[in-house]
Nanobody, 127 residues
Framework: QVQLVESGGGLVQAGGSLRLSCAAS????????MGWFRQAPGKERTFVAA???????????DFADSVKGRFTISRGNDKNTVSLQMNSLKPEDTAVYYC?????????????????WGQGTQVTVSS
């Protein structure tokens, strides 16, 4: 059974930083895409960032326009973990953040195209 477990959410002031981590178990995602989405209260789940493989050991990162230049994403050496470093946080970044994985090397911004999801972790940015 595949499980994605997120950690690292919390409360931070505007301008601060947080790092989210996600660990996958139950299968190997070494060649597959992993990423992050977020969902604010009353809004749809939206794409934040994801990694897509362009070689055996090289991946490319995709970002939503709203987080470019502030967030970075990385895969762990075991390739079954993905982290999201969030800097210069804004109140509008407040949301539940979800880790996602799919059984293909390409990423996509469409939530319905992802196969596995974590339970979510709350990120709250105060002004």
């Amino acid at each position: 059974q595949v499980q994605l477990v997120e950690s690292g959410g919390g409360l931070v002031q505007a301008g601060g930083s947080l790092r989210l981590s996600c660990a996958a178990s139950g299968r190997t995602f070494s060649d597959y895409a992993m990423g992050w989405f977020r969902q604010a209260p009353g809004k749809e789940r939206t794409f934040v960032a994801a990694t897509r493989w362009i070689g055996r050991s090289t991946y490319y990162a995709d970002f939503a326009d709203s987080v470019k230049g502030r967030f970075t994403i990385s895969r762990g050496n075991d390739k079954n973990t993905v982290s999201l470093q969030m800097n210069s946080l804004k109140p509008e970044d407040t949301a539940v953040y979800y880790c996602a994985a799919r059984t293909t090397s390409a990423s996509t911004a469409r939530p319905h195209d992802w196969d596995y999801w974590g339970q979510g972790t709350q990120v709250t940015v105060s002004s």
